[in-house]
Nanobody, 115 residues
Framework: QVQLVESGGGLVQAGGSLKLSCVASRSTFRTNGMDWYRQAPGKQREFVASISSSGGISYYADSVKGRFTISRDNAKNVVYLQMNNLKPEDTAVYYC????????WGQGTQVTVAS
């Protein structure tokens, strides 16, 4: 089963940017769509963005549309989430996920946006 490791989180001021990475342990992830979710304290995990296996199609939650960009590099087994113009309400643990039945989740990376 593929394993996922996220990185790139941290503390940033409102209006700043971060780029999250999610590295997959196996090249078989190239056949799957991938997505990012986030979970803020006391809230349910919510969808952020998704990308097709080829990278040609992507979707975004309305709350991040125009600010976040999902991309992937299948040669490196990596999915990215570029986050610009960050807001305090973006503070959460961000998880990458393989879009599949019983798809694998990463361990998460903390993003904190200070006002």
């Amino acid at each position: 089963q593929v394993q996922l490791v996220e990185s790139g989180g941290g503390l940033v001021q409102a209006g700043g940017s971060l780029k999250l990475s999610c590295v997959a342990s196996r090249s078989t992830f190239r056949t799957n769509g991938m997505d990012w979710y986030r979970q803020a304290p006391g809230k349910q995990r919510e969808f952020v963005a998704s990308i097709s296996s080829s990278g040609g199609i992507s979707y975004y939650a309305d709350s991040v549309k125009g600010r976040f960009t999902i991309s992937r590099d299948n040669a490196k087994n990596v999915v990215y989430l570029q986050m610009n113009n960050l807001k305090p309400e973006d503070t959460a643990v961000y998880y990458c996920h393989v879009i599949a039945v019983n798809g694998t989740w990463g361990q998460g990376t903390q993003v904190t946006v200070a006002s």
